[in-house]
């Protein structure tokens, strides 16, 4: 195997193991949530995400694979964007709770997060969401499905990001 094809190899390993993870998490708050009255509003589009989303880092590691591997400066500048996105993204999780899932589940009556990165940010999970992107494209050199990976999934959350705010009553 080459060297290129065991780092874009162990680097979209990695990345999916966390999203399985985050997974199981998200699978366990969601019963919970809706155990306790959560709604989820119409117009979702985590039907497309939950496919995309981690199709998107095989296609980066199958480039990666074939015209990889990234220069030393780009592995190690993804790799420290990488921890930085997931950094974020545990955090952004920890300050949700129980309320952390895939999918936007309200609960009603209940007012929003304003801990942790929420004090600083709207969507620190889709903030990091973009890094998780964009460093794997560095780690693994695909310039070009990491560029069509961050704008297509980019497009999907923003769509996403009209959804929750409505839901949220951020949005009329």
Known sequence: MSQAAAIAALTV??????????FVLSVVNEKL??????????????????????????AMGIEGALVGPSPDS??????????????????AISSLGLRWTYRVL????????????YRFLTHPNYLAVVGE?????????????????TLGF????????????RALGRLR
């Open 106 to 117: 309200i609960l009603p009556g209940v007012p929003l997060v304003t801990a942790g990165p």
């Open 13 to 22: 390993l990695a990345a999916l193991l966390m999203m399985g993870g985050e």
């Open 33 to 58: 949530l809706r155990a306790k009255g959560a709604v989820e509003p119409d117009g979702d589009v985590i039907g497309i995400m939950q496919w995309v989303y981690p199709a998107a880092f095989v």
């Open 133 to 149: 992107l964009v460093s794997v494209a560095l780690i693994v050199a695909a310039p070009i499905t990491g560029v069509l990976a």
């Open 154 to 165: 980019g497009m999907l959350m923003r769509a996403r990001i009209r959804v929750e705010d």
């Open 74 to 91: 780009l592995l190690a500048g993804g790799l420290v964007l990488f921890g930085l996105a997931k950094a974020l993204k545990v955090w």
